[in-house]
């Protein structure tokens, strides 16, 4: 067929009167109601499949593009995706906001009204999930042939409260109004095949094909949300799975005979695999259920694939060729064994040739260095829940040693360490060995990052694949965290640059350097984070009932609850201002909101008994009127996408001090430098690459780099040494012990207490001076008020690098070899 044939008519208008028709239909036909009777939900709905429809029209002209040219796609596997409202971004990639307010305004309601109603899609928890989210941003935004494949998590992570200070988690129930930015196609359901036995296959019976006869299967039904770009018109999708029972699944029999829970039991085991974002794995079921969801999406989105490919495609000697996979971290590496299962034992491919595609189609990135975030897996979990695949892992693992020991003969401990098996008490799958093995490139996300992976985590590989090992640094979407957190400074910005052009070219901040001396234009910056600090001021009363000073100095600490990221060191380090002010209260101090955002796993207890200590130290400072006066600490619950629009944009100083070598990049410290913060921060993932480009000088740099925290624990590192030899660290330390954040209870917190004496694994007692020291040089830096303003400019002039579009290019060029297909209008 030609495009042409493959091209839609137009359905929808390019002006405010077409937009406004279709909006009162919408109104009437989709949600079957009136102006006169339309709930809120109703307006938020309405506006949405409105806004949508513009969507709808470039996505039918981006498939025509893609099918006409037949190019290279790249498809990115991913348990996460934090998206953010889509509302808001969908107004600005349409341009249509300036239609909306006005037709609001005629109608009788704002558009924040409606907004309320847009809820964040609950598809993610952190950095890795925001991440993904703007890369698929950035694939669209360059014209790149791509769709994102996930899972519909029915809950999501789950939703953040607070019940006298501890942490309680509620669910996310983020589809309870529906969500109109989304497709359902069950046509295309996938069934997926758990537990069973293999046998040999009749017509391959000598070799390594075999039949998989599954003992459970469940369908997945897959939903698509629309991608769109940037000042283009390319709109991509990302398919999102749904997990289903098989039609057989109601058991009518028992329902008759009043067994009503035994009759749908297989209904609910089924639809448990999307029902929540990571599982509970401290439990045996816990732990499956985690891993038939990694598996659950692998298996949809590889014959998902593979349908795609052969729309235009016969025969396999040309799929690696059309067809790139990026892993995002370990989660989704069971394609590997998937595409291997696909190929060899339903498509007939001989192995060698099967592995050949598939080593040509993957590439993997890794997002950690710590041991534990490496997943692996118990063989016989495996063996039971994935028979097949456990096979294949043994396949390939015995044909790569092989090819080990070929390239170091007599050397017994290198295949041991390189295995796929880790061989123990208890036999466990690498799921990052499994990776780089099955792979083309591997990647790290930090310059600092990737070093270290190279030179310890995945060292033996590096060794053997030089070639193979690469370094993407991380990005994010300037067109949401700047220009639709910030909109203030984003019209300053093009007011000083002249036009919009730096949202699609960031490295165009620089022309910003040559204002950092006007005198007017940083009083024009100042004036906007005023404004900025404001809002937020507003925000965390209505959150937390807290009044913050907007001319204080906001210090935020904003990321996920772990003890590498090292909050407990921002808690000790407020404790100690607490403790300054009590014994001076006569003294002049720097006013400062110091504000805490994140969330713990549910099964991390460490953590939410830090959570319950920062919220009791804020109930002390912030309702003691000395205190008061000079210190706020605020803890706002449920952090998100959402949040994080009103934070960074507020915010004065970021917060990046976790134990060198530990942090793979962080994003976050990109965001806040983007936006003006200046980062105290350690030298440790892409805060390496912030301090080198802002400069040093307007960077807060204080412990230990990486070699020498390594070096600190091979001698032997003694946390109560630290607490011993330091005064203040000693009182903070003993602060918490005496129980003066528990009314008197002493054990309220006596567990954190003896993590930071006794174990401490990220050290943060060793670089609590070095940090405390400059914090002080912090204060001092804000007292002169043009140098603070003059370095947070330049911190925003100098982050061009950091936008997700560099590091998509990046991708293109060095991994993916993939090429732009342009659409037109």
């Known amino acids: 067929m030609t495009e042409a044939r493959h091209r839609p008519r137009r359905t929808v208008g390019d002006s405010l009167e077409d937009f406004e028709r279709d909006l009162i239909s919408n109104l009437y036909y989709q949600r079957g109601t009136t102006i006169e009777s339309a709930s809120g939900p109703d307006g938020y709905h309405t506006l949405a499949v409105t806004v949508r429809d513009r969507l709808v029209d470039r996505y039918a002209r981006t498939a025509a593009a893609h099918y006409a040219a037949n190019p290279r796609f790249v498809y990115y596997l991913s348990a996460e995706y934090l998206l953010g409202r889509q509302l808001r971004q969908n107004l600005l990639y349409t341009d249509t906001e300036r239609w909306v307010r006005p037709i609001a305004e005629d109608l009788g309601v704002s558009l924040e009204a409606l907004e309320v109603y847009d809820v964040e899609p609950g598809l993610g928890n952190g950095g890795l999930g925001r991440l993904a989210a703007c890369l698929l941003d950035s694939l669209a935004t360059l014209d790149i042939p791509a769709v994102g494949y996930g899972i519909r998590y029915e809950f999501g992570i789950f939703k953040q409260t607070f019940r006298d200070g501890r942490q309680v988690e509620r669910p996310d129930d983020w589809t309870f109004y529906g969500n109109p930015w989304e497709f359902p196609a069950p046509d295309d359901r996938q069934l997926v095949g758990f537990y069973g036995a293999t046998q040999p296959d009749p017509r391959d019976p000598g070799g390594l094909r075999r039949v998989w006869v599954p003992g459970e299967t469940v369908r997945g039904e897959p939903r698509h949300m629309l991608v769109p770009g940037y000042g283009t018109q390319t709109v991509n999708i990302i398919r999102l799975w749904q997990a289903r029972a098989s039609r057989e699944s109601f058991d009518l029999a028992r329902f008759g005979v009043g067994q009503y829970v035994e009759a749908v039991d297989d209904i609910v085991r089924a639809e448990n695999i999307s029902k929540v974002l990571y599982p509970d794995d401290s439990t045996e079921p816990g732990r499956e259920l985690r891993l038939k969801q990694q598996y659950f999406l692998v298996a949809c989105s590889l014959r998902d694939i593979i349908r795609r490919y052969r729309l235009r495609n016969s025969g396999w000697e040309h799929f690696a060729d059309k067809v790139v996979i990026q892993l995002n971290d370990t989660h989704p590496v069971m394609a590997v064994t998937e595409l291997m299962r696909l190929l060899v034992d339903e498509h007939g491919v001989g192995w060698d040739e099967a592995w050949d595609i598939t080593r040509r189609t993957f590439n993997y990135t890794c997002h950690t260095l710590l041991p534990e975030a490496l997943e692996t897996w118990p063989v016989r979990l495996l063996e039971r829940l994935l028979p097949r695949h456990m096979e294949i892992i043994y396949a390939i693992n015995h044909f790569f040693l092989e090819e080990v020991r070929a390239a170091y003969p007599g050397d017994t401990d290198m295949p041991r360490r390189m295995s796929i098996i880790q061989e123990g008490d208890e036999r466990r799958v690498r799921m990052a060995h499994l990776a780089v093995i099955g792979s083309t490139a591997v990647n790290g996300v930090a310059e600092l990052q990737t070093k270290l992976l190279a030179e310890t985590t995945l060292h033996d590989f590096a060794v053997l694949w030089p070639e193979r090992f690469h370094n993407v640094t991380n990005g994010v979407t300037p067109r949401r965290f700047l220009r639709m957190a910030n909109p203030r400074l984003s019209e300053l910005i093009t007011g000083a640059l002249g036009d919009e052009g730096w949202l699609t070219d960031l490295e165009r901040l620089h022309g910003l350097g040559t204002h950092a001396d006007d005198p007017d234009f940083r009083a024009a910056w100042r004036a906007v984070k005023r404004q900025n600090k404001g809002d937020l001021a507003a925000a965390v009363e209505r959150a937390t009932g807290v009044l913050i000073d907007p001319d204080a100095l906001a210090d935020v600490m904003i990321k996920r609850f772990h003890e590498y990221k090292r909050q407990q060191l921002?808690?000790?380090?407020?404790?100690?201002?607490?403790?300054?002010?009590?014994?001076?209260?006569?003294?002049?101090?720097?006013?400062?909101?110091?504000?805490?955002?994140?969330?713990?796993?549910?099964?991390?207890?460490?953590?939410?008994?830090?959570?319950?200590?920062?919220?009791?130290?804020?109930?002390v400072v912030n309702t003691d009127p000395?205190?008061?006066?000079?210190?706020?600490?605020?803890?706002?619950?449920?952090?998100?996408?959402?949040?994080?629009?009103?934070?960074?944009?507020?915010?004065?100083?970021?917060?990046?001090?976790?134990?060198?070598?530990?942090?793979?990049?962080?994003?976050?410290?990109?965001?806040?430098?983007?936006?003006?913060?200046?980062?105290?921060?350690?030298?440790?993932?892409?805060?390496?690459?912030?301090?080198?480009?802002?400069?040093?000088?307007?960077?807060?740099?204080?412990?230990?780099?990486?070699?020498?925290?390594?070096?600190?624990?091979?001698?032997?590192?003694?946390?109560?040494?630290?607490?011993?030899?330091?005064?203040?660290?000693?009182?903070?330390?003993?602060?918490?012990?005496?129980?003066?954040?528990?009314?008197?209870?002493?054990?309220?917190?006596?567990?954190?207490?003896?993590?930071?004496?006794?174990?401490?694994?990220?050290?943060?007692?060793?670089?609590?001076?070095?940090?405390?020291?400059?914090?002080?040089?912090?204060?001092?830096?804000?007292l002169d008020t043009e140098r603070w303003t003059r370095m947070s400019i330049l911190n925003t002039a100098r982050c061009g690098f950091f936008s997700s579009d560099r590091t998509v290019r990046e991708y293109c060029e060095r991994i993916w070899k993939v090429d732009p297909v342009r659409v037109n209008p």
């Open 626 to 782: 000395v205190l008061a006066r000079h210190l706020r600490v605020v803890f706002p619950p449920d952090y998100n996408v959402t949040k994080a629009q009103f934070v960074i944009p507020a915010a004065d100083l970021s917060e990046q001090i976790s134990l060198a070598g530990k942090e793979a990049s962080g994003t976050g410290n990109m965001k806040l430098a983007l936006n003006g913060a200046l980062t105290i921060g350690t030298l440790d993932g892409a805060n390496i690459e912030i301090r080198d480009r802002v400069g040093a000088d307007n960077f807060f740099l204080f412990g230990m780099d990486a070699q020498a925290a390594a070096d600190l624990r091979r001698s032997g590192y003694s946390p109560r040494a630290y607490y011993e030899a330091d005064f203040e660290l000693r009182l903070a330390v003993d602060t918490i012990a005496s129980g003066a954040f528990a009314k008197g209870d002493r054990d309220a917190f006596a567990p954190v207490v003896d993590a930071m004496l006794h174990r401490d694994e990220y050290m943060a007692l060793a670089d609590y001076r070095a940090y405390v020291d400059c914090q002080d040089t912090v204060e001092q830096a804000w």
């Open 570 to 619: 921002k808690l000790l380090h407020v404790i100690t201002m607490m403790n300054r002010i009590r014994a001076d209260p006569q003294a002049t101090y720097v006013p400062r909101t110091v504000l805490f955002g994140g969330k713990a796993a549910p099964g991390y207890l460490a953590m939410k008994q830090l959570i319950e200590l920062v919220n009791a130290v804020a109930g």
